[in-house]
Each structure stands twice: as C-alpha cells, then as structure tokens.
C-alpha cells in the first residue's frame, strides 16, 4: 500500500525532525532527507506536499544552499519555515537582507490577508479583528521584497513579513518555527498546511501499519531463517513481535546475558517472551565470555568496543546453529537513522561509540532486516501496542546494549555489578512506588568505584558510592535532571545504604545534557 507523503527537505536545522514528527502526528507519512537531494529522487518520492527547512545559514552567502528547482515545478503546495522562506523568497524572485533587529525567542505575530494557512487560527485577536499568534522565532536575515505573485500573510513589529503565500501556486512561508511547541499553534498550523492545503488524508496508522509490515517482510525473507537479538528493549522487543507475526517460528530470538543486565531482567525477558507470546527464545549466557574480555580494561570508548564486539561474536556463533539462516535482525529505529546518516548538514562529533551501530564485519554474512527504519520511538510503542506487548514492556526507560557496563565507571568487575543490581533496583521499585517511573524517560543508579568513609551502628564504615541518576528529556539528545521529590530520595538514599552492604553514601545527579551525557560513560 502507498502512503501519501509529504516531503520535508533539511537546510541544518536543529529542529527538522521536529517537523517530521508534527507531520506524522498528523497521521501523514513523511521523509526527511539533506536539501540537496536529485531532481529524480522528488519526482520518484511524489509527495503530496514539501516542506523547507530552517538552517544556519544566509541566502545572500551560501549560494549552493538551494532548494532544487523542481520543488516549485511539481505543482504541489510548499512551506518554507525560517531558512526555507528566505530561500523560495529569493529563489522565486523576491530580495533577503540581514535584518538591524535580530529576533530569537517569543514573537507576537498579527495574521492578515486571509490565507488558508492561518485562517480561523490565533491566540487571541486586536482591535481591528485581526488574529494574533504566539510564535518562536529564530532568525537574523529577513525577506525585505516579496516575489512576484505573493502577498504577506504575516508581520511582528520587528518583521513585516513574517509570513507571506502565493495561495494560486500553493506556496506558502513562515519566519517563525511552527515545528515547535513555543509557538503556540504551530501543531494547526502544520494540520493546515498538510490536510487543506495538501489535500492529504489520515492514512498513516499504526494498527494499519501492522498489515503492511508484515507483507513486506514476509515477501523479503521468504523461506529463509532470520536471527534477532532480543535485548528485552522497546525496540528490540517491538522488532520481534512484528517479525513474528510476519513469519512465526522462522524467528529465532537470541537474548545475551552479558552479565551487565538488570536484576532478574533475564528472567523477565524470557517469561514475557518465551511463555507469554511464544516466540522462540535462546538464552545465551556469554557472562564469562564478556567478563573475561573486560578484565583490566577501564577506559569508557574501549569497554564500549568491547561489549559491541563481543555481541556480534555471540549472534554469529548462534546463527551457524540455524542452517537457513540468512537475516539479522535489527530494532534500527528512525532516529538512528537520521543521527547517523551524515548528510551534508550534519557536522555531529563522535560522543560515544553506541555498541550496535557500525559494528556489523564483513564476514557476517547475513543480510540486515530492520523493520522499524522509518519510525519515531513513540510511534514504536504505539505498534508495540498495537501488537498486543504488555504496557509494562512498551513503557519501559530505554536500556543502553552495553548495560550496567557503562554504569559501572572504570574497570568492570562482578562484585561492583552485583551492588550495582541491587541498589538499581531499589531505585527504580521506589519509584513506581511513588509514581515517578512514567513521570522520568531514563532513571538508573551509577557505581563509582571509590570508598568514603561513613558511620553505622556506631562502628565505621569505608565503603563504595553510588549515584543515583533521573532524567526527562523528549528524544534523549537533550534532558533535564527529574526534581524528584526530597522525601523520595531520601527513602532510596536510606534503603539503599542499609539494604546493600558494600555502599555507605548515595548521592543524586543534578547535571543536565548538554554539557554532560545521560549516562555517566
Ligand atoms: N542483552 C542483549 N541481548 C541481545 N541483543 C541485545 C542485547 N542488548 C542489546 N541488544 C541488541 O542491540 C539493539 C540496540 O539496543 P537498544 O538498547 O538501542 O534497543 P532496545 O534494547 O531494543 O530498546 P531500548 O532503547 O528501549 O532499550 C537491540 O535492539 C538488540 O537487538
Ligand atoms: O543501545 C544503546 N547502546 C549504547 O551503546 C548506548 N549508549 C547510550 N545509550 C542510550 O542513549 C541515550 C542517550 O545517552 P547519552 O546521553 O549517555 O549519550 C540514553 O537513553 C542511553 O541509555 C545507548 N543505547
Ligand atoms: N533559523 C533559521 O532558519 C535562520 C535562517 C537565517 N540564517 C537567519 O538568521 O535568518
Ligand atoms: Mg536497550
């Protein structure tokens, strides 16, 4: 089945997936792809509707920065936002200047002339009925001539044309950012400009979705044997669900106990897999084999290395096991995608080496299905849902592969992974207790391998650190630290400290991402 597809084309935003996200949530399929995609490939993609995004840089410097000429030849509706109005501004024929007042931040914008983008939609309204709107803006340069067939839609005090459209052409521009939530109704905004002004209906559905999948992977696999690693994960588990749907018992399921999992995660994975859903599931148990090659090792990148090397080892090893099979699969999810497809906006730098991207040898040997490649998280879990996985499973925080590895600070050993375990699940017990669990994206406890001195039943104690770790963030790339309630982490700070003997102090994380990371390696 083919979706109608709305196409948005990324000039170095930092917030363009932002924009796919609120075209999804519109129930219509979209694609991000780099500015300078080929003539062929739009023309191939036919979208409904394209959308430009904002960028760093100006019109009247970055000549190359262009959308390609075909996006106005199509005959199909454009929304330029920021960056992607001053470049249809002048690309169509209209004139952008450095602006003397440079807007960053909230904006009141008055919405006049009618348009279709912006009709029946304000905050509030003036004197003279003309619609105000909330918005955010970002930008220096602005579009200080309109080309020939606009009119301006939009102005703020310090930005007379804050928005402008050729509603015959189903050209329409924006200098604020709609994509975000600060601008207030930017999520009509977008509902606009794709249903009405693009004519697209609501067909992109997860419980839909399922059907569709499932053709595909059935008519990709065939009769072959496809192998999974089942870390327990959203993604993971959501991947092997479909998958099993698509083709039951050729799905084999290969869940590593690394001896860096959770407490009694092994136990969890196999319970709700094996016996709830009745996919095949092996337990390897690679504990010495993963032990064994972190002993000594204490720098983050190496362990991190490690880990990822070691599970490739594991899957390749199980695999010769199946004679037929032929897939590796993966819960690559769109996000990974977009992070690290390198486009030619991207300039991101190496922060940590994630243990299952790029870790792939050549002599593996098997062919990758990754039937989650074009999803957000959260659309992820809505499958998970919608393939019937228990809510507990589908909300759960994200577990990074490398697990209590990189929770453990320097060398990893049993006895620290042991305390580690207990604490953690202490922890995050307390937390659902109090109802914070679904209130935090990530929360974990971190083992720091030095002694403090401490005093317990009037004796002293000189034992090892831990530090607790809670985080709410969207999409993980930024995150505040949770101001969990006092009360609450001083019952865990108590049970911890006399429940896990071998830890007299606990202490709470209170840095954010940036400048530090969610997890501590
Ligand atoms: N213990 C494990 N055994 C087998 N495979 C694993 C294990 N840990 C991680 N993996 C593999 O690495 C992939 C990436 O891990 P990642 O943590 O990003 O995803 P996830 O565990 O599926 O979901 P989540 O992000 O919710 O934790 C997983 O999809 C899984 O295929
Ligand atoms: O599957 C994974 N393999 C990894 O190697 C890895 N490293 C970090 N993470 C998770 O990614 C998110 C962001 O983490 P950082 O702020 O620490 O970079 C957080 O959710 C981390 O838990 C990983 N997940
Ligand atoms: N956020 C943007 O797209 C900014 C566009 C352009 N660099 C400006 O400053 O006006
Ligand atoms: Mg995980």
New binding site residues.
């Given amino acids: 089945m083919s979706h109608q597809k709305i196409l948005v084309l990324d000039f170095g935003s930092q917030v363009a997936q932002l924009i796919a996200r609120r075209v999804r949530e519109q129930q219509v399929y979209c694609e991000l792809h780099p500015f300078d995609v080929s003539e062929a490939f739009i023309r191939e993609y036919a979208p409904q509707g394209i959308i430009l995004s904002g960028g760093p840089n100006s019109v009247y410097e970055a000549l190359e920065w262009q959308a390609p000429q075909v996006v106005f030849e199509l005959g199909v509706p454009v929304l330029g936002i920021c960056y992607g109005m001053q470049t249809m501004a002048e690309q169509l024929g209209g004139k952008v200047e450095s602006s003397a007042q440079r807007e960053f931040g909230y904006a009141e914008m008055r919405a006049h002339g009618h348009s279709k983008l912006f009709e029946g939609i304000q905050d509030r309204s003036n004197d003279q009925g003309h619609g105000l709107l909330d918005v955010w803006m970002s930008h220096g340069d602005k579009v200080t001539q309109l080309p020939a067939g606009f009119k301006v839609i939009g102005s703020s005090a310090s930005c007379p044309v804050a928005a402008m459209a050729d509603e015959e052409r189903g050209f329409y521009a924006v200098q604020f950012h709609p994509e975000v939530t600060h601008t207030l109704k930017g999520k009509d905004i977008i509902a606009r400009f794709v249903h009405r002004i693009c004519g697209c209906g609501r067909d992109w559905k997860m419980p839909d979705y399922i059907g569709e999948a499932v053709e595909k992977i059935r008519a990709q696999v065939g009769d072959e044997e496809v192998i ?10 959501v ?1 092997a669900a479909l998958i099993h749907r698509a083709i039951g018992d050729q799905l084999t399921c ?5 001896g860096l ?1 959770r407490l009694n995660e092994a136990e969890q994975v196999m319970q709700t897999f094996a016996r709830s859903l009745g996919v095949k599931v092996i337990h390897v148990d690679a504990t010495e084999q993963f032990m064994g090659h972190l002993k000594g090792v204490s720098d983050p990148e190496q362990k991190r290395k490690i880990i990822g090397r070691e ?1 490739v080892e594991v899957f390749q090893t199980e695999a010769k096991k199946l004679p037929k099979a032929r897939w590796l699969a ?3 999810i769109y996000p990974d995608v977009i992070e690290s497809a390198g486009a030619k906006t991207g300039k991101a730098h190496a922060i940590k080496s ?3 991207v790029g870790g792939l040898p050549e002599t593996l040997n098997l062919k990758l299905l990754e039937p989650l490649r074009d999803l957000f998280k959260d659309e992820v879990r809505e499958l998970g849902v919608a393939l019937g996985l228990p809510h507990d499973m589908v909300y ?6 490398p ?1 209590l590895g990189v929770r453990i600070l320097g060398e990893v050993k049993k006895e620290y992974a042991d305390l580690l375990r207990r604490a953690d699940a202490i922890f995050i017990d307390e937390l659902r207790a109090a109802d914070w669990y679904d209130k935090t994206s990530q929360a974990f406890a971190v083992f720091l391998p030095v002694k403090s001195v401490g005093v317990m039943g009037d004796g002293r104690t000189y034992e090892y650190v831990v530090a607790l770790r809670a985080v709410q963030t969207q999409d993980f790339m930024t995150a505040h630290w949770a101001e969990l309630p006092h009360s609450l982490l001083g019952k865990v700070s108590n049970r911890i400290i006399n429940e896990v003997r071998g830890i007299n102090r606990v202490v709470y994380d209170i840095s954010g991402k940036p400048p530090a990371t969610i997890e501590w390696e």
Wanted: glycine share 20%; charged share 10%.
């Fill in positions: 999974l690693g089942l870390s327990g994960g959203v993604d993971s588990s991947a290969v869940f590593v106990d690394n999992l599970f993966q819960g690559t994630h243990h299952n759960r925080h994200p577990f990074p592969g697990g």
